[in-house]
């Protein structure tokens, strides 16, 4: 088994591991007044190759809420359930270049600039199938759950936190709404996006759904098809160029890698054919992005030439 693995970079997590710890700048999100209750210096990476093998380290076990990692999964479901083409009259696919909660809509169409911003997402939630916020959840659960290999639970505390101060994405809900954009009600929308955002994961869990897209499509633990290959090469492609919202561009140049954060201090990123990786570590920078996660995933793709467009 051990021959499996991705040698060096299970060799190295070590000592870039250690070397992150030490970084102790950045805020808890707290405007989910919930979020602010996590353990901040909570840090844990876990590995998953395509053939199934992982690496852990850290607290790869401790459970945090996915938050907008959930984006990508979702909108890979929605491309499963209803093609590209008809998915993309409701959300587009180019970088906003605007922090996630931007009141991003584009004027001609009323659509979402991409499905990586809330504005986007909560439009892809309305795409699941469902008539109420309990049945759209119900498909992203199980959903959530194939590309994770377990069945995922949903942290209560987090999703009430978020249903009592969630006024902004309300906002951008109703927004969506009266430009036709949205496919259910204002209020069915964001219920079930606030429930998505508030299932719990570890890091274990980020690093399987990651590799499950960069296995295309296949979960490498179960052996599982949760989404055709073409869903899984669109989903990356979108994570690559709107994944870390307007930090996206510097990333693409410093890592070079498919990504997603969240702002329960997750990130997931993958190399197609070949690996994904989870992050957790709840302190986030000023865009929303998990400073040691980042750093950790900086140093990775620097030092193994993880970046897609390296030479080789
Ligand atoms: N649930 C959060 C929100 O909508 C997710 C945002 C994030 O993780 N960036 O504000």
Redesign the pocket.
């Known amino acids: 088994q051990a021959a499996d693995r991705p040698r060096p970079l299970h060799t190295a997590l070590d000592s870039v591991f250690e070397r992150v710890r030490a970084l102790t700048d950045g805020e808890v999100?707290s405007?989910?007044p919930e979020l602010a209750r996590e353990d901040p210096d909570q840090l844990g990476i876990a590995l998953a190759s395509v053939r199934g093998t992982t690496h852990e380290m850290g607290d790869s076990a401790a459970e945090f809420?996915?938050?907008?990692?959930?984006?990508p999964f979702v909108f890979a479901l929605a491309l499963e359930q209803l093609g590209l083409a008809a998915v993309s009259t409701h959300v587009g696919l180019e970088p906003s270049g605007e922090p996630?909660?931007a009141i991003s809509l584009e004027e001609a169409s009323g659509r979402p600039l991409n499905p990586m911003i809330?504005a986007g997402?909560?439009v892809t939630t309305s795409l699941i199938t469902g008539n109420t916020a309990d049945e759209k959840f119900d498909v992203i659960s199980a959903g959530l759950a194939a590309f994770a290999g377990r069945d995922l639970a949903v942290d209560e505390a987090v999703f009430e936190s978020?249903a009592a101060t969630?006024d902004?994405?309300r906002a951008l809900a109703y927004l969506a709404r009266s430009a036709g954009t949205l496919a259910s009600t204002a209020e069915v929308a964001t219920r079930a996006?606030?429930r998505?955002?508030?299932m719990r994961v570890n890091a274990r869990d980020l690093a399987i759904m990651a590799a499950t897209l960069a296995a295309g499509g296949v979960n490498p633990i179960t052996r599982q098809r949760v989404v055709s290959e073409s869903v899984a090469r669109w989903t990356s492609a979108v994570m690559t160029s709107c994944g870390m919202?307007d930090a996206s561009g510097e990333w693409l140049v410093r890592v070079g890698l498919p990504a997603k954060?969240?702002?329960?201090g997750g990130i997931v990123a993958l190399q197609p054919e070949r690996f994904g990786i989870g992050t957790f570590s709840p302190r986030l920078n000023d865009r929303?992005n998990s400073v040691r996660g980042v750093a950790m995933l900086e140093e990775l793709s620097e030092r193994f030439g993880l970046h897609m467009l390296e030479h080789r």
């Open positions: 999100a405007y989910i809420t996915i938050q907008s990692v959930s984006k996630f909660n809330n997402a909560i978020e969630g902004r994405n996006y606030f998505q955002c508030a919202y954060s969240g702002v329960g929303g």
